[in-house]
């Protein structure tokens, strides 16, 4: 993907300047920060590696930070075809394989969630813990209201308005994350890579393969019970509707040694919405967990 024109100004005051790699044939680009025991970050559906500056910027003093640009996201070349949740699973599977990362804790949003558990499911020696900020790692047959909003969200018209407005973006950057003040060129940097349609179609497709992409939910449901028996802490905001519905729950029902933490007056982003009181979270519970 071409250089993002004002990026430049977002990007240089994260300090996150990133790079890429190849894994079997795809160029991936990435951030890599700090030192210490790994943390990848999985981003969801409108965003990419961004999301993450100002969680990293709090944890790479004492963490190695990696947060990878899934293709077609940020400045990720798109692959070729249709969006696969099965496709993104397995790269970031291979990339933590091509960094020969160790005792990796998995952090995802959104849905970077099912991509990135069941990434650690096909590797699970390479994974010591989790965290879920505002995301899910199991089929939705319990959540039949979310089922229906990623159908309503991925549909046809859904598609139409994101590709003429880039929708998705716009909504976090505006009414997605209330206690957050966005500067113009943070605002660039969600918008800009999706600047064309085609990669609008990226987002809308991300949430389309969540209901349509052939027993993945199922496949991720099953793998996931090989990594239950590790540590967990699940982020969500107090405002997303995602928490009321029982998601957190969710996860301590699968996860034993799990730990649950709110974030006041967040939404589906809380990374974006308080970023110090998610780096704190993540901090203190890695400091626990050691």
């Not at 965003?47 to 899934?70: E, N, Y």
């Not at 085609?198 to 990594?227: F, K, Q, S």
Request: aromatic share 10%.
């Amino acid at each position: 993907m071409s250089a993002l024109p004002r990026l430049s100004a977002a990007v240089s005051t994260s300090g996150l300047t990133g790079t890429s790699i190849d894994v079997d044939g795809t160029r991936v680009h990435y951030v890599d920060a700090g030192d210490g025991a790994p943390l990848v970050f999985v981003h969801g559906g409108p965003a990419w590696s961004f999301t993450w500056r100002d969680v990293i910027a709090r944890l790479a003093d004492r963490f190695r930070c990696i947060a990878i640009d899934l293709p077609g996201f940020g400045r990720s070349p798109a692959l070729a075809g249709d969006v696969s949740l099965r496709q993104y699973a397995n790269l970031v599977r291979r990339f933590v394989e091509r960094l020969d990362l160790d005792r990796v804790t998995l952090v995802a949003n959104d849905t970077g969630g099912p991509i990135g558990f069941r990434a650690a499911s096909l590797a699970p020696e390479r994974y010591a813990r989790f965290v879920a900020v505002d995301t899910f790692a199991f089929a939705l047959d319990e959540f039949p209201m979310v089922r229906l909003f990623l159908r309503l969200f991925s549909s046809p018209p859904a598609r139409f308005v994101n590709r003429r407005l880039n929708l998705l973006p716009r909504a976090v950057t505006s009414f997605g994350t209330p206690r957050r003040r966005w500067t113009e060129a943070e605002r660039a940097a969600y918008l800009e890579p999706f600047a064309s349609a085609a990669m609008r179609d990226r987002c809308i497709g991300l949430l389309r393969a969540l209901v349509r992409e052939p027993g993945y939910l199922d496949e991720l449901d099953r793998g996931v019970r090989v990594l239950t028996d590790r540590p967990l802490l699940t982020i969500f905001g107090s405002e997303d509707p995602v928490r009321r519905y029982g998601f957190p729950e969710k996860f301590a029902a699968m996860f034993p040694r799990s730990t649950h933490r709110i974030v006041t007056g967040a939404k589906h982003f809380a990374h974006e919405d308080d970023p110090d009181g998610v780096a704190t979270f993540i901090r203190d519970w890695l400091s626990d967990q050691r």
